[in-house]
């Protein structure tokens, strides 16, 4: 996402222009704008005329248009996002106060405003909102650390792209593979049938060109992780091989093709994956790995009941209460999920302790990404978590719900 | 009601009217008499003068209800047709001929009353029993010889029964009005018969089967309480008239013309009226000689005994077209061949027709019945009540058995070595996977072979999938589940364990092996087939040809094993070992002749899974199965499931319900252990083939169950109380139960709690640690097919991380 135009004020209410370029962007924008912001984007709406005589006309125009944000709706699978809301200037065609849905749209700038009312019943720019900015700016350049992983097991398989902030989920392939019986080679059959129908998948998803003209271009190909139990991963990667004896195009895609092990074909055995040493060195350092890292580091320190970690939302504030996330170790990890938050109450609450912990206690502050497997994992656990510089003594919180 | 009974009351009921007279009510008794002298009188003045005797004015009376009036009228009527007759030069026979057709009352009046005069005192002894078996028996024993053949006993059909039917064939198209003769023909066709049927169930002499039918004289006595009823009414309501079985008669005088029609139409209504028909009977048999008697007084009674047993000849010889016609498709005939189906009456030719006629129609009505049920691929239910079936079936005891172990213990060596031992696998496909195994430098892999028949296993000598074979004992069927040992193939391991009643735990006890299997998949599976519910575990400790039959070797494991289990949760007496070596096949068939053996005096593994105890399953809970696979079993049945019935039973021609897909499909055919069969029970080994479904709705973890009866529901989030292997803390973790496996996560952490009470220690733990029992959520992202009670495990990052019971 490309940084058009700052008017960030000081008191935190200001604008921003930017300019999303990839479809991760759009994921970004889904965390950046709120209900209650004012969105600009260019758009596209029907018009509907009455003539004195009665008759209709109605034609599609080109407006640009500026609504206050009512709701959002993402696809992560497609990178979309709708943003409803009702219009606020007015133009030829369209009245103050009409609902519209903004479709933002990749290069095209839109610009959003947060405003701090009078009263400051609105966020305006706080500190994680500034923070998700420059994370969707991406400010460090070290982007593009891309990956294609294929999580599969007999007769299932996940095709995922891994981003720098989300795990989408692109397809999923499930297969009836009939069980190895006696004397029969049905299973054969139907697992090399199964491998046939993942990898057409994989190239659709990946758009591969497999023509033998591809092989000249130099357009580099993302690395495509093979993860299962036992051997399936391997047979698939061996079906590739078979596969691009007779498609010379296919055989650009060997060289960044890796086999993992992985525990089971569903997606939550990603963390495994990405935590293997032969995918740890294609993707470095991205933020997934170091997100993953922190999890694990953290659901270590609960097994080892040193009191030193803890999760939920009672019990973390509990804990920042106590000065226990601060200097010295003390972690606080939030899903950006609560970030999310319809409730603006509910937004400011996190805010305040996520600046809390950042500013006065002295503690590191980790945002993860709801849509990446540590960040699910996060969630599972109620979304927050931290990790303490001494023992808390456990609380009872059974009043609770 | 059988036929025996009706002619058994009919039988009484002759003797019941006589009875009637008599009938000890001293009130009734006087008014009788008081209106018998009124009717005499009546008679005496009335015009044209007739005389009449007591009896006969007492029987008209009975019939009338006392109605005095009328009781003179019909007197009057009839012995002016008798002087008339007298006139004539009337022989036997045309008296009987008449005394059905014209004026049918007439006849039948007098042989009820002189019947009545014979039979009054027998059943009331005082009679001299001279009189009684001259009278009765004697006429009637022949008569019962003449008609035994008579289409009503069954039995075989005479000559002359066999031609009377055919005439009364013909005579049944002719037209109604012929049918009034019917009333007395049936009557003398039956007079034999009662006795006839009744002679057969005892050898009683007839004096005392009379002496008997007073006991069970109970219908007489209602009759009579009822006749005291219609005594007080003046006119006799129809309403009172009908459940006694004499009324018809004196109403025959009355209106005549409508008898036949009256008598037809209640015959037509039920058994219970059809005594009537019989109760006629013997009087009719009298009334002929009693005719005789009033026509030809002068006769001694053995001549007219004689001649009446001629007249009941010519009766037959003549009128015998209606008699047929009335006994033939009489209403209690069809009624009994359609209640007990069971005997035939051969006898009976249209009866049994009519009966056969019905029997076609309702199978035709179930044909359209079954026609309606499936829409695509119709298969017929056989409707079987299976577990009788099962009852009856007898099987040998069977048992399924799952072989665990750490990876390379030896247990598909070991059960192919078993297999091959009991004659399971034939020697020549041995030496042909010894041969293949050899060619790509696996030589020792040749007996796992057999049970390792995927490309993939073979090639890396290593089992991924379970494997089920079967073999027999003299006393069991065995079914070995053959269950991978690597880690990665433990969900495939859990669906093995999902259908097995015990295990038996392979043990490599060479130098090294053991101690890392202990930690590895050793451990991990004993726990998980205890937690999956088997009770018995046998230990065999593989390979002790490598360590030389060492016996300390062996007991080191054997108390380190033990201590183990017994800790997992086995009882002791539930753990046997035994030290084998499944390579060369020492102690598993035969025992071990390596001298070094000498030590282990204990039982073979054969010996030792002999005696496992047969295993009860819930045969009468709703069905519940759990696809372990989905494939094409041939060109006749494009799909078929396999799996083991966890409870419930089922038969061909059953709707089933696939979940969590909610589609239906019809049970086309199925095969218990590879034999087909109608139906299958709980703990059998099925493969099920399927119509009327789409295989896109089947995967293997699906439950199948009964449409009709409480079907699965598919749930999205349940609570389990676990035992905790690992830590749990909220977290993404797999669930398996057999076949089912599916991504989920531990929602809520609601409490540990006490192993023994199961009360809760601590509520909301934020983690659990190893070892503990817990109760928790767990939700999962679509709906799957579970229940309480059923065992799931929880399985994370490749490891078991709980197993535990729904709630």
């Known amino acids: 996402m490309r940084l058009i135009k700052n008017k960030v004020e000081l008191n935190g209410s200001g604008t921003v222009t930017l300019c999303p370029e990839e479809p991760e962007d759009m994921w970004h924008a889904y965390n950046l704008i709120r209900p209650g912001d004012l969105l600009r984007a260019s758009a596209i709406r029907k018009v509907t005329t009455t003539q004195d005589t009665g008759s209709t006309i109605s034609s599609r125009v080109h407006l640009n248009l500026e609504i206050r944000v009512k709701n959002l709706d993402f696809d992560p699978q497609s990178s979309q996002l709708h943003v409803g809301g009702q219009i606020v200037n007015e133009t030829p065609h369209t009245k103050i106060g009409q609902h519209h849905t903004l479709d933002l749209e990749l290069n095209r700038n839109f610009t959003l405003e947060k405003e701090i009312g009078a009263d400051g019943e609105g966020v305006g720019w706080d500190s994680i909102a500034v923070q998700m900015l420059k994370d969707a700016v991406d400010e460090g350049g070290n982007r593009r650390a891309e990956a294609v992983a294929v999580v599969m097991q007999e007769g299932i398989a996940h095709i995922c792209f891994i981003g720098q902030f989300q795990t989408i989920l692109k397809q999923k392939v499930e297969m009836s593979v009939p069980r190895k019986r006696m004397g029969g080679s049905e299973h054969d059959k139907g697992m090399s049938k199964f491998y046939q129908t993942t990898l057409d998948t994989l190239l659709r998803q990946l758009d591969f060109n497999t023509s033998i003209t591809s092989m000249t271009s130099s357009e580099g190909v993302r690395p495509v992780l093979l993860a299962s139990p036992g051997f399936v991963a391997t047979s698939f990667q061996k079906h590739i091989q078979t596969v691009a004896t007779n498609s010379p195009g296919l055989k650009r895609l060997l060289p960044s093709i890796v086999v993992v092990h992985s525990a089971s074909g569903y997606l939550h055995s990603l963390s495994e994956v990405l935590q293997s040493p032969a995918v740890k060195t294609i993707l470095a350092d991205t933020k997934y790995a170091r997100e993953t890292k922190l999890m694990d580091d953290f659901l270590e320190q609960l097994r080892k009941e040193t009191n030193k970690a803890t999760y939920g939302p009672r019990e973390v504030e509990s804990a920042v209460d106590q000065g226990a996330v601060g200097r010295g170790g003390g972690v606080l990890i939030i899903s950006n999920r609560l970030f999310r938050s319809q409730d603006v109450a509910e937004r400011k609450r996190w805010v305040s302790l996520v600046d809390r912990v950042r500013d006065i206690e002295g503690g590191d502050v980790r945002v993860l990404s709801s849509d990446h497997e540590s960040g699910t994992r996060l969630d599972g656990l109620g979304g927050i978590a931290a990790l303490c510089t001494f023992p808390i003594p456990d609380e009872d919180f059974s009043d609770e719900e | 009601m059988s036929r025996h009974r009706m002619k058994t009351v009919s039988y009484d009921d002759d003797f019941e009217d006589d009875d009637g007279y008599d009938s000890p009510d001293p009130e009734e008794q006087e008014f009788l008499e008081q209106c018998t002298k009124d009717v005499l009188g009546q008679l005496r003045s009335g015009e044209p003068s007739v005389t009449a005797t007591r009896d006969e004015v007492q029987e008209a009376l009975w019939h009338y209800y006392n109605d005095v009036e009328k009781s003179a009228n019909y007197l009057r009527g009839k012995k002016a047709k008798e002087i008339q007759k007298k006139q004539t030069p009337a022989t036997a026979k045309p008296k009987v001929l008449a005394y059905p057709i014209p004026s049918p009352t007439t006849s039948p009046q007098i042989a009820h009353f ?276 099962y009852k009856k079936s007898n099987r040998k005891k069977s048992a399924n058995f799952v072989v665990i172990g750490h990876v390379d213990a030896g247990k598909s060596t070991l059960m192919g070595r078993l297999l091959a031992d009991l004659k399971a696998v034939d020697q020549r496909t041995l030496e042909k996977y010894k041969r293949e195994a050899e060619k790509i430098g696996k030589g020792s892999f040749a007996l796992a072979w057999v049970l390792d028949q995927g490309t993939e296993e073979r090639a890396r000598g290593v089992t991924i999938d379970i494997a089920t074979n079967k073999f027999e004992t003299e006393n069991t069927a065995f079914t070995i589940v053959d269950a991978p040992g690597h880690r990665d193939f433990v969900p495939n391991m859990i669906a093995g364990a999902s259908q097995a009643d015990f295990a038996v735990l392979v043990i490599d006890s060479s130098t090294g092996k053991f101690e890392s299997g202990l930690k590895g998949q050793t451990k991990e599976h004993a726990l998980l087939v205890r937690s999956m519910g088997v ?217 540990t709690l006490d192993k023994g009470s199961g009360a809760p220690v601590k509520k909301k733990p934020k983690i659990v640690a190893p070892g503990s029992v817990a109760r928790i959520v767990v939700e999962v992202n679509q709906g799957v097919p579970l229940e309480a009670p059923t065992r799931v495990v929880l399985r994370a990052g490749g490891e078991t991380v709980a197993a535990g019971l729904l709630e």
């Not at chain 2, 109604?176 to 007079?191: F, R």
């Open chain 2, 114 to 389: 002189s019947a009545s005069e014979f039979f009054r005192d027998s059943p009331w002894l005082n009679v001299p029993s001279h009189r009684k078996a001259d009278i009765l028996v004697e006429p009637l024993y022949p008569r019962m010889g003449l008609l035994g053949g008579a289409p009503e006993s069954s039995g075989k059909v005479s000559k002359l029964a066999a031609l009377a039917a055919a005439r009364k064939k013909k005579e049944g198209e002719k037209p109604p009005v012929e049918a009034t003769p019917a009333v007395a023909t049936p009557s003398a066709d039956k007079t034999p018969e009662t006795p006839a049927t009744e002679a057969k169930p005892s050898s009683l002499s007839l004096r005392e089967r009379l002496a008997a039918n007073d006991k069970p004289r109970k219908p007489s006595n209602g009759i009579s309480t009822l006749r005291s009823l219609g005594k007080g009414s003046p006119a006799p309501s129809p309403l009172l008239k009908k459940p006694t079985p004499e009324p018809m008669k004196p109403e025959a005088p009355t209106e005549p013309g409508l008898e036949g029609p009256a008598e037809n139409g209640q015959a037509d209504h039920k058994e219970k009226e059809e005594p009537e028909v019989n109760i006629r009977a013997p009087p009719s048999g009298f009334a002929s000689t009693i005719v005789g008697d009033s026509t030809r007084p002068t006769m001694t009674e053995p001549s007219h005994l004689h001649s009446n047993t001629a007249d009941l000849i010519r009766i037959y010889g003549q009128d015998l077209t209606e008699p047929f016609d009335f006994a033939g498709p009489s209403p209690d005939d069809v009624v009994v061949n359609a209640q007990s189906s069971a005997k035939g009456f051969k006898s009976k030719q249209p009866a049994a027709k009519s009966a056969g006629g019905k029997k076609a129609q309702g199978d035709l009505a179930g044909g359209m019945g079954d026609l309606s049920v499936a829409e695509k691929v119709n298969v017929k239910s056989k409707n079987l009540d299976v577990l009788s079936e």
């Open chain 2, 535 to 751: 009770q018995k575990i046998i230990v065999a400790v593989n390979k002790m040809d490598s360590v030389q039959w060492d016996k300390e070797r062996f007991d080191e494991i054997e108390q380190q094993v033990s201590s183990f289990l017994t800790t997992a949760g086995f009882q002791p007496k539930n753990i046997a070992f035994v030290p084998c070596s499944g390579i060369q096949g020492d102690n598993i068939t035969r025992r071990s002749e390596d001298p070094n053996v000498s030590w282990y005096t204990g039982r073979t593994l054969v010996d030792e899974l002999e005696t496992s105890e047969p295993y009860s399953h819930a045969l009468d809970k709703p069905l519940r199965m759990t696809i372990a696979d989905v494939f094409r079993g041939s060109v006749q049945n494009p799909l078929s499931i396999s799996g083991r019935i966890e409870a419930g039973s089922l038969q061909v021609g059953d709707e089933l319900l696939t979940m969590p897909s909610g589609e239906k499909a019809t049970i086309r055919s199925l095969e218990v252990d590879a034999d087909v069969s109608d139906w299958a029970v709980a703990g059998q080994n099925v493969v099920l083939n399927l119509a009327n479904i789409d295989p896109v709705h089947l995967r293997s973890g699906d439950v199948i169950c009964h449409s009709s009866s409480s079907p699965i529901k598919n749930i999205t989030s349940f609570t389990t109380k676990v035992l905790a292997f690992e830590h749990l803390m909220p977290s993404m973790v797999d669930i398996h139960r057999g076949r089912l496996h599916v991504p989920g996560r531990i929602s809520k952490l609601v409490a």
